[in-house]
């Protein structure tokens, strides 16, 4: 599937499923998928990803179903809001994390947080799965059923290529 194809379909699988609204701080990785739903949605910039976080959840709790659109360096900006807030209040939000770190991005800065992210996550209790270009509308219904069904976060996770970004 072509790059722009995959942003498409998975914003379009996004909205059908009625998540909205988005927040996001800008990432190379998702900009296809940044910029789909900046033509398609209501995505709101933010500039750092912890407050993104805060301010989903706020939507949530007013009957939404937000998503958060981050890399994973600021999944770690974020682990506090996520674990004093967003896990022990059961918060409903999706989380869609580029994963920097691995590969085919072998950048060093990046190494760590590609090796944490997964297993920090795990140990939150929020669950994940991988984007894979075959699947994306399987996958946005996976994560329709554990937000919304689930009453809880959850997250996908973005491979560094799967939107055409290259290191």
């Known amino acids: 599937m072509a790059v722009l194809d995959c942003a498409s379909t998975l914003s379009g699988a996004l909205l059908e ?7 996001g701080t800008p990432c190379g990785i998702l900009a296809p998928l940044y910029r789909r739903l900046e033509a398609a949605a209501n995505l709101w910039t933010v500039s750092r990803e912890d407050n993104a976080i805060g301010v989903a959840a706020g939507s949530a709790m007013a009957g939404h179903r937000p998503v958060v659109l981050m890399q994973n360096s600021g999944l770690g900006q974020s682990v506090n809001a996520i674990a004093s807030l967003v896990v022990p209040y059961q918060i ?37 799965a991988t984007l894979d270009e075959d699947n994306l509308p399987a996958q946005a219904d996976w ?25």
């Open 17 to 23: 499923r009625n998540f909205a609204p988005f927040f």
């Open 92 to 128: 409903p939000m999706l989380m869609i994390i580029s994963m920097r770190g691995v590969a085919p991005d072998s950048t060093t800065e990046n190494i760590v947080m590609g090796r944490l992210t997964e297993p920090l996550l795990a140990e939150a209790g929020i669950p994940t």
């Open 143 to 167: 994560a329709a059923t554990e937000v919304i069904g689930g009453r809880r976060a959850a997250a996908l996770l973005v491979p560094p290529n799967l939107f055409g970004w290259q290191a």
